[in-house]
């Protein structure tokens, strides 16, 4: 999922062209769904993204600009479920932390979530979150979409855990590759 504008960012370029240690987010999370175990990748883009829709080099599916949750299940209607969705936000994705989500996905729908306090310790910003089974979680950007029961998978997993929403989280995810 590459479509969505990023006005928490203000950045000078669309959000999935914003660079992480020199390489745009959305190049580093497509080389991580390619080295890993999923059987096709796209790049959903928008209106609002047409910089990222030149530069993936993916087969890209041209969402409506509606939103993340309409723009979502308008991409979902054009493939086969179950499908793993990611954000173009998760610079510190990898080819491990994929095939772990797939890993742990058995049936029906799965939501991959961090607790926030590891969020918090890592230093990077929290603006959802949710509570499940008593922890307080916040969704990673990565789901899986199919039919029935939704699961939710919990990961301390750092890769997971960055998203790149403001300014400080793109210094954080710097810091945590350059370790």
Do not use: W
């Not at 929290?126 to 939710?152: M, S």
């Amino acid at each position: 999922m590459c479509g969505g504008r990023g006005t928490r960012l203000d950045a000078d370029v669309e959000k999935p062209l914003v660079p992480v240690a020199g390489v745009p987010m959305v190049d580093r999370v497509r080389d991580a769904l390619v080295a890993s175990r999923v059987d096709d990748v796209y790049a959903v883009v928008s209106p609002h993204t047409p910089a990222t829709r030149d530069h993936v080099d993916l087969p890209v599916i041209e969402a409506p600009g509606d939103g993340y949750v309409d723009d979502l299940a308008y991409a979902l209607e054009r493939v086969d479920q179950p499908v793993l969705t990611v954000a173009a936000d998760l610079p510190l994705l990898t080819e491990t932390s994929v095939n772990a989500v797939l890993d742990a996905f058995t049936s029906g729908s799965m939501t991959v979530a961090v607790p926030t306090a590891r969020k918090r310790r890592l230093g990077v910003s929290v603006d959802t979150t949710f509570t499940h089974e008593g922890r307080d979680l916040a969704p990673a950007g990565v789901n899986v979409v199919g039919g029935g029961e939704d699961l939710v998978y919990v990961s301390e997993d750092p890769s997971l855990a960055v998203n790149v929403n403001r300014p400080g989280d793109v210094r954080v995810a710097e810091e945590l590759l350059s370790s």
